[in-house]
Each structure stands twice: as C-alpha cells, then as structure tokens.
C-alpha cells in the first residue's frame, strides 16, 4: 500500500484489539490485490443511547488506481466488546466481495458473451415470405420473415450479412432472430 493504514475511533475509547482485527483484515486485502493506494477505517458510536444501546458504525475507504470501494455498517444492537468486531468482520467481507470482482473485471475474467453468428442471404422468396441463409461453415437455414428482425425481410437483399440465432424447426435447423448487419442494411 502506498500510504499507511489510516484507522480512527470517534465517539469511543481506542480499543487495540480492534485495530488489530482490522490491520489483518486489511492484510487478507492486500493479498488479494497488491496494488490498493491507501485505506481508511473510522470506528464510530455517532449516538449514545442509555436505553436503546450504543450503536455503533464501521466505515471503510480503499482507493484503488482509478477506482474507490467504500463500505459503510452500522449495528443498533448493545454495544459488547464481540459485536463491534462481528460488525467489521461483516464490512470485510463486504469490501473483500467488491475487491475481488474489481480484480476480476481488471483482469477480464469477466464472462464476454459470444456474438451471434453470421451468415449471407443466399435465397429470398418475398412473395411467400420465407427466404435461406448460408452460414459460415457452409449449412443452408430457412428463415421466415417474422423471424427478421424490425420488419426488415423486404428489404433483405441477395448477399446481405446478417446475425441470427439458431433454433430447431419441425423438419431441421432454422434461422431465428435475424437481423441485416453492415453500412447498406441499416434501417
């Protein structure tokens, strides 16, 4: 980490048990990701409550290049010297969760969907509304016009590239959802 574990306790006593918890916490995060520029823990009580205890709230700051994860906990319940710690233990978690799904789209694990896939127009039948698609790997697909995408069958030309789903008819593969690709199909 660039700049030094920042952790602060406002309207409550200094407690190094705390502040040992969370720089172990803080530990697991760096091992996740070695590139957090700083972070900034504030323990605070804000209310003091005679009758309905004092509640307590964890907020977490972590900068990251280009980025910043903040998680913020509260707990109403009494305040005991586990509860504090079951609190922050919660707002880890929480910030671990976010930590590791910013390394994963850094990293571009991420899932990409696959774009559809591409064939010609190699036959229209405009007056019975039906028409055939060559596929890249060389198979012939029927069509029907309502599977055109924005009522574009009339327009759909011999050789025209289009993007389509494939799904199984009552005799064989067809083409579903097929939509006119390039400068000349656009509607």
Known sequence: MNAPLQVSFHNMPHSDLVESAIRDAVTRLEALYDRITSC????????????QGNPTQVRIDLKLPGSELVIKRKSS????PGDL????HEAFEDLHRQLDQFVNRRR???KNHDAPP????V????MDGYGFLET?????LFFH???VLDQGFDRLQIGAEVTFAEELGDERPQASTVKPVGRHNHA
């Open 77 to 80: 319940d009494i305040l005991a």
């Open 85 to 88: 710690l079951g609190v922050i």
């Open 136 to 140: 890249l790997d060389g198979r012939e």
């Open 123 to 126: 036959r229209v039948f405009p």
């Open 108 to 110: 571009r694990f991420v």
């Open 118 to 121: 591409h064939a010609k127009v």
């Open 40 to 51: 900034r823990v504030v323990v605070d009580q804000p209310h003091r409550h005679h009758r």
């Open 145 to 147: 016009r309502n599977s």
